[in-house]
């Protein structure tokens, strides 16, 4: 799959050194993935979940949310927010228009 932003990501991961590995590794994983739905994304992310139109990576324990747009069809996936638990909890990035 082809990731759209991976700057605006590595910049949003450089505020919390404590899970480079974990997007490192997520980055790698994705690059060579060629999913076609949910389903087979929760083959190597048990945890992922689709709240709106988005997917959601629990990161690092459930610490980070990683929030990303799967387009299946054309093997996009578009890098949206990298959010502590509570920052997720507080549910600002509901308001993204592409929610």
């Known amino acids: 799959m082809k990731i759209i932003s991976i700057s605006y990501l590595r910049k949003d991961a450089a505020k919390y050194p404590d899970v480079k590995k974990q997007i490192d590794n997520w980055y790698a994983a994705v690059k ?3 999913w076609q739905n949910l389903e087979e994304v ?5 945890d992922a979940e ?3 139109n988005f997917t ?4 690092k324990g459930n610490h980070y ?3 990303v747009g799967i387009n299946y069809e054309t093997q996009v996936i578009y890098y949206k ?9 507080k ?3 509901k308001n993204d228009p592409y929610f």
Do not use: C, K, P
């Open 91 to 93: 549910e600002g990035w």
């Open 50 to 52: 689709a709240v709106g």
């Open 42 to 46: 929760r083959r190597i992310y048990r």
């Open 81 to 89: 927010y990298l959010l502590t638990h509570a920052e997720y909890d």
């Open 56 to 59: 959601i990576f629990n990161l």
């Open 32 to 34: 060579q993935a060629q």
């Open 65 to 67: 949310r990683l929030i």
